[in-house]
DNA sequence: GAAGGTTTATACGTTTTTGCATGAACAAGC
DNA sequence: GCTTGTTCATGCAAAAACGTATAAACCTTC
């Protein structure tokens, strides 16, 4: 029947770890870069390799037999180290060229980072920044992202953070929307106001607010969007009303605080990495600029 | 450049992993079955994909540099890994020991079933053969059950059946019953016989009666059980009449066929499996001596 | 009940990978 | 110094793997 020592392919054991973890091989294909037939025959060649049947074949989608998800236990094992492994590599490059990934959000993306990238450009011209200008959390362990710039603590192990220069935000308004809704003179004067909403809900905001005196609830986002530039957009042409970091509004034209006396909504930043990525030499260069600017108050 | 998700090959970490622990090229690819010039190659590989120098060159031989080392040390984890994979899978498919669900009829697992178990306690006292004694039918796709007796040919692909020796089933009674209600003489007699009825319904059991002349309708089913063996009890105790395989009745002292010319009633066996039956050795013991038991005819 | 969106399985042409040769560089032994 | 036995690198033909296209089965939804 088997073969005695059939050398096990790890490459089949990866399709299978991909297989399980997404649920399909559809899906694990497209995670490998591989396409489903390919998954499909290399899970089939070790199921046959090593004589196990892994999966039941009941229609649409596999389930997992028992004797498939005690393999797949230590096959998460051996994924971990598989990262791992990559991980180390990527710390271990010193080589300035090549690519880093940082994830940030759109705002900063657009209206912060560009400044920075033409001075990598010029200590690094071989140096290839791919920004993933991605507002929700990505993550670093999984090296979703060499950097990340975030707005809170990062709390998760084997992460390494720096906090930068504390910012203000403030909320702003453009003058086509005083004009049509009035400007606000006290902090009351909000309770009819209009603000761009935010997906992930804007709770956290309202409170903020609410903490300041100003009375506002959901009822005061009638609009909502992914894209922090978008919203920043409808604020400059006079929709509605946003609130921003200062940094940012400071180099927008035509924007003004609502209300100068309201105190200011305080933003941290943090800059994160991997700790095993401080090694290498241009996740190093990418952090230390990134931080050096970010640190600096302006 | 390097693309911004580079899937690492695992197999090229197989490679580099057996080239350290093998101190060459060579005695890699022996140790793996493949041929130096490849190892070579997937190791190379390697390198230009993770951007990082791990061997030095230094005409024979390769020398391992800081960095490669480092990715070492994560890789003896991976290989481990693996190693535990290979190792359950081995376990899984070799040994006897575990859980074997079979599904059976209630009648079955009663009065056939007993000898077997002990006959497979026997051969494997390890194994743990759980008896769901269930009338419906199960889902062996869903792996609801390993193996299934059943007495209908299955129709699902997939599924892995074997034929087993035909029996033939009667009608019984007690001697209570026929001095009560008179021994049947012709097919005709069983007009107004009382038989025991089953949840599903009758109308098979009755089409079969009609078709050898034995004039009987839904009227003659008054009492109804989902459980063959208290069906099976009624008939033993008086109450009423009953088809039952002879195999079954013979083991049961004080019941009669009621009337001895009339035409037996075919009744056939499948035993089912699914397609785990290929490669768990265990649940190919149950299904051999299942097999082996109730082919023979007795 | 019909339609759309999934899923896995199969057929075939093409790309990639592999193995066999062979060559070059080095170390050890005579 | 030469031989011998290693090592890793390189061409080239064959084999294996891959991707595209397509089919069949299933679940969901309207």
Same mark, same amino acid.
């Given at each position: 029947?088997?073969?005695?020592?059939?050398?096990?392919?790890?490459?089949?054991?990866?399709?299978?770890?991909?297989?399980?973890?997404?649920?399909s091989?559809?899906?694990?294909?497209k995670r490998?870069?591989?396409?489903?037939?390919t998954?499909?025959? =290399?899970?089939?060649?070790?199921?046959?390799s090593? !004589?196990?049947t892994?999966?039941? +074949?009941?229609?649409r989608?596999?389930v997992?037999?028992?004797?498939g998800?005690?393999?797949?236990?230590?096959?998460?094992?051996?994924g971990?180290?598989?990262e791992?492994?990559?991980?180390a590599?990527?710390?271990q490059?010193?080589s300035?060229?090549?690519?880093?990934r940082?994830?940030v959000?759109?705002?900063?993306?657009a209206?912060?980072?560009?400044?920075l990238?033409? =001075?990598l +450009?010029?200590?690094?011209p071989g140096?290839?920044?791919?920004?993933?200008?991605?507002n929700?959390?990505?993550?670093?362990?999984?090296?979703e992202?060499?950097?990340?710039i975030?707005?809170v603590?990062?709390? =998760?192990?084997?992460l390494?953070?720096?906090?930068?220069?504390?910012?203000?935000?403030?909320i702003? !308004?453009?003058?086509a929307?005083?004009? %049509?809704?009035? %400007?606000?003179n006290?902090a009351?004067?909000?309770?009819?106001?209009?603000?761009?909403?935010?997906f992930?809900?804007?709770?956290?905001f309202?409170?903020e607010?609410?903490?300041?005196?100003?009375?506002?609830?959901?009822?005061?986002?009638?609009?909502?969007?992914?894209?922090g530039?978008?919203?920043?957009?409808?604020? %400059?042409?006079?929709?509605?009303l946003?609130?921003?970091?200062?940094?940012?509004?400071?180099?927008?034209?035509?924007?003004?605080?609502?209300?100068?006396?309201?105190?200011?909504i305080?933003?941290?930043?943090?800059?994160?990495?991997? +700790?095993?990525? %401080?090694?290498?030499? +241009?996740i190093?260069?990418?952090?230390?600029?990134?931080?050096?600017?970010?640190?600096?108050r302006?």
């Amino acid at each position: 029947m088997n073969k005695p020592h059939d050398i096990p392919d790890w490459n089949q054991m990866r399709a299978l770890l991909a297989t399980v973890q997404a649920g399909s091989l559809s899906g694990a294909a497209k995670r490998l870069g591989l396409t489903q037939p390919t998954l499909g025959r =290399q899970v089939a060649a070790l199921e046959a390799s090593l !004589g196990v049947t892994i999966f039941e +074949r009941v229609g649409r989608g596999l389930v997992l037999t028992e004797a498939g998800a005690q393999l797949v236990a230590h096959l998460r094992d051996m994924g971990e180290a598989a990262e791992k492994v990559a991980m180390a590599a990527a710390g271990q490059s010193q080589s300035i060229d090549g690519v880093v990934r940082v994830t940030v959000s759109d705002v900063y993306a657009a209206h912060v980072l560009p400044p920075l990238l033409t =001075q990598l +450009r010029a200590r690094a011209p071989g140096l290839v920044v791919e920004v993933a200008a991605v507002n929700s959390i990505s993550d670093l362990i999984r090296r979703e992202a060499d950097i990340a710039i975030r707005h809170v603590r990062p709390d =998760q192990d084997g992460l390494i953070a720096r906090r930068c220069a504390d910012s203000a935000a403030y909320i702003y !308004g453009a003058p086509a929307y005083f004009e %049509r809704e009035g %400007r606000p003179n006290s902090a009351a004067d909000f309770a009819r106001a209009v603000f761009v909403g935010a997906f992930e809900g804007n709770d956290i905001f309202i409170a903020e607010l609410n903490r300041r005196g100003v009375p506002v609830g959901p009822a005061n986002f009638p609009w909502a969007t992914q894209s922090g530039v978008t919203g920043w957009e409808w604020v %400059r042409q006079g929709l509605c009303l946003g609130a921003m970091v200062d940094v940012v509004a400071r180099r927008t034209p035509g924007v003004e605080v609502a209300l100068p006396s309201l105190e200011p909504i305080p933003v941290s930043t943090w800059l994160v990495t991997h +700790r095993e990525l %401080r090694t290498s030499a +241009r996740i190093r260069l990418v952090f230390d600029v990134l931080a050096e600017a970010l640190s600096r108050r302006g």
